[in-house]
């Protein structure tokens, strides 16, 4: 069956972007990927390996490269982004800043819908950039790819009609909202969640959230990777009771809710022999750590991490628990910030 087809069956896809789907060779662009065996060894599956082409032909993320034991690299779901494409609203003639390069699948998706030369690429890993670039080439795609820092643009090329992003972050880059023509939309994972945003002639950018989950690997810089290091079990650590046993877990709700607002900090859950949740973990970059077990909370480090989750989820529920699209964003040069319905309606600030 044609992949578009097995994507997203005969609806809901647009006509120029499922023949992109239809003519990139996503084969050749991901010539080889990683599975995880066990909890562990990442092993190579390459070309002539069975059960190679269906991977690289299923709605699936490959990850692509790995650093110590961490993902750095992968080529994204592509039903997700052909969402994010199709969020994108791209017009003939359009010149589209992608910032993450990583397999050159999506800069090829683009290339085949607007022309390579309306594409750019910024990729933070230069073997990456370069391999991406080489590749594109042999599939007859020739967009500008560069090696650099996404989180500034490509000024050179400035200004574009569109941005997209395929790795995440936790605040709309201020050189984007320069680099993207007034009117232009920038299509970015925030949090846990993907944004569309207009940009306006007034130096700030606004939109909603779309619909569903958002899974890319955090935006880092060259040579490391985006992994929040656990600070390691405190030795001392103020204890107290606490009405939130743990988080749900799911993708949505709260825990996107917290995405935004305690962004830059990293869970684990514990579960019991059923997988039912029993307690989790709550760290971040700065050292401050939480632990919840029952009805009982530790923190320590700098900031308590836990009083945020629970101020957060006070908040939440009493606005009703809303879905991801009703939230929005604002960017400008100073700041990111997040509002409910509509931009004069701000979350609170929850003291992260
Ligand atoms: C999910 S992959 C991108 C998928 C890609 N669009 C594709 O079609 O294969 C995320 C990529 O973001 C890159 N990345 C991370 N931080 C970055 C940064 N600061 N600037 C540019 N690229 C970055 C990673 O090296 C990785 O290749």
Redesign the pocket.
């Given at each position: 069956m044609a992949f578009a087809e097995k994507l997203f069956g005969s609806g809901e896809l647009d006509a120029e972007w499922r023949k992109a789907v239809e003519v990139v060779p996503r084969h050749l662009l991901v010539p080889f990927f990683y599975r995880q065996d066990g909890a562990v060894e990442w092993r190579r599956v390459r070309a002539e390996d069975p059960g190679f082409l269906a991977a690289v032909y299923s709605d699936t993320a490959l990850t692509t490269?790995v650093i110590d034991g961490v993902p750095?690299?992968?080529?994204?779901q592509p039903s997700l982004?052909l969402q994010m494409l199709g969020a994108l609203d791209v017009r003939d003639g359009d010149r589209v800043l992608?910032?993450?390069?990583?397999?050159?699948?999506?800069?090829a998706l683009l290339s085949e819908r607007l022309g390579s030369d309306q594409v750019c690429t910024?990729?933070?890993?230069r073997e990456?950039a370069r391999v991406a670039r080489a590749r594109l080439g042999e599939c007859g795609y020739e967009p500008v790819v560069l090696a650099?820092?996404?989180?500034q643009g490509l000024a050179d090329r400035a200004p574009y009609d569109r941005l997209i992003a395929?790795?995440g972050f936790t605040s709309v880059p201020p050189a984007w909202i320069a680099q993207v023509r007034s009117g232009g939309i920038i299509v970015c994972p925030l949090g846990v969640g993907n944004a569309r945003l207009v940009v306006g002639g007034d130096g700030r950018a606004e939109g909603r959230f779309l619909p569903g989950g958002s899974f890319?690997?955090g935006?880092?810089?060259e040579g490391g990777n985006?992994r929040i290091p656990y600070p390691g079990d405190p030795e001392e650590a103020v204890s107290r009771e606490t009405p939130l046993a743990c988080l749900d877990g799911e993708g949505d709700g709260l825990q996107f809710v917290l995405s935004l607002v305690l962004p830059d900090s990293a869970w684990a859950h514990e579960v019991d022999a059923d997988g039912a949740r029993t307690g989790c973990r709550l760290w971040a970059r700065d050292g401050s750590w939480a632990h919840v077990q029952g009805g009982e909370v530790r923190q320590a480090g700098p900031r308590r991490l836990w009083d945020v989750v629970e101020r957060a989820n006070e908040w939440w529920e009493g606005q009703g628990h809303p879905e991801r699209e009703r939230f929005g964003v604002t960017a400008t040069e100073f700041r990111t910030g997040w509002w409910l319905d509509s931009p004069g309606n701000a979350v609170p600030d929850m003291g992260a």
């Open positions: 490269q750095t690299s992968s080529s994204s982004m992608e910032i993450a390069t990583g397999t050159g699948y999506n800069a910024v990729e933070v890993d990456l650099g820092d996404g989180r395929t790795c890319f690997m935006v880092r810089s985006a």
